[in-house]
């Protein structure tokens, strides 16, 4: 009907999100899958407006009403597929989970890890959470732990902090430092905030360097730690809910205003524009050291201790300390560690 109030509710892959079925993504792709029923009636299309989940469901299963987004901590290991399933078969990371959260809801990756890269993971029920903690407008923080052979010197990685170019593709601001060298094996410790698709291999390897482990140590204010391979243990619901009002609240790039652009001169001439290139807005961000940690796995806050490397200490609310978070040599266990 004409002049009809607005329809009110919520985009249905937005609450689909949040109720943990997929990312907003993914729920396009069941939706335009025929996946997503209302009652009898496909969606055909993620505009749809809902105000209730009732009468709602995924490949035949209701869906459940949202529930508080909760965050884990996984240490995957090397080998395992970040992905559900596998058409060849392989060992995917819920393969693992079974044994390390048994009893946890379904849950999905904040980004990935290659099959050969080992390290922290998060894992959320919350879709509304992992699409901010993954954008890289948010700014947050994933430190790496590479061990490397080749030549290469920390003038070469400092320059990583203006960004490159390989292949055509543009990975931005990355802060490398070389930890320690053994002939010409060395351990390099990066730190960025885009996270692109095998990022960390693409530069070293441009470096001329080849990759033989790679882990990655924190995400955000989340530590790996001592953490064993293969375990995993989830953080404080508080702490999930403080650091969520701080990522929601990070302010994004607003964007550039080029004002009216004036009609191009009709010479052929036209003057080139002085001066350097123009540079697009640095989207890394320092770490809040007011943003919450990830508590000790036995839900005990960590012993009251300096930190390490400039890092904020610990305090009772279960805030862990700074630092990598990986031990030297590539063993997961270092500055991480709670005092005893």
């Keep these: 009907m004409e002049n009809s109030p607005p329809e009110k509710g919520e985009r249905i892959a937005k609450l689909l999100a949040r109720a943990g079925v997929a990312s907003r993504r993914e729920v396009e792709r069941m939706i335009a899958e025929g996946r997503v029923k209302i009652g009898d009636e496909v969606v055909t299309t993620p505009a749809t407006l809902l105000t209730t989940l009732h009468g709602l469901t995924v490949d035949g299963k209701h869906v459940k009403a949202p ?21 060849q078969g392989r060992p995917t990371i819920y393969t693992a989970l079974r044994n390390a959260l048994p009893d946890a809801p379904r849950l999905m990756p904040v980004g990935r890890l290659d099959l050969n890269t080992e390290g922290l993971l998060l894992l959320t029920n919350d879709g509304e959470l992992k699409r901010a903690l993954e954008l890289p407008s948010s700014g947050v923080p994933r430190t790496y732990r590479a061990r490397t052979y080749g030549e290469v010197t920390q003038a070469q990685l400092e320059g990583l902090m203006e960004g490159t170019t390989i292949d055509g ?19 390099i410790e990066l ?85 350097p290139p123009r540079r697009k807005p640095d989207p890394s961000r320092p770490i809040d050291k007011d943003a919450p940690r990830s508590p000790r796995r036995d839900g005990r806050p960590p012993a009251k201790t300096g930190s390490r490397r400039g890092g904020p200490s610990s305090d009772s609310r279960g805030t ?7 031990g030297r040599g590539g063993s997961g266990r270092g500055p991480g560690r709670p005092s005893k």
């Design 169 to 187: 593709v543009h990975y931005g601001r990355i802060d490398a430092n070389m930890e320690r060298r053994t002939g010409r094996n060395q351990w």
């Design 67 to 87: 529930e508080a987004a909760r965050l884990f901590v996984f240490h995957k290991p090397a080998g395992l597929l970040t992905a559900e399933r596998d058409p």
């Design 191 to 275: 730190t960025l905030t885009e996270g692109k698709n095998r990022e960390v291999r693409r530069v070293l390897e441009a470096l001329g360097l080849e990759v033989s482990r790679l882990l990655r140590t924190r995400y955000g204010p989340f530590e790996l730690g001592d953490l064993p391979r293969g375990q995993a243990y989830e953080v404080r619901p508080a702490d999930v809910e403080r650091f969520a009002k701080t990522l929601m609240a990070l302010p994004k790039p607003a964007p550039r205003s080029e004002g009216p652009k004036p009609a191009a001169p009709a010479r052929a001439d036209r003057p080139a524009r002085s001066g």
């Design 320 to 326: 862990p300390r700074g630092g990598n978070g990986g």
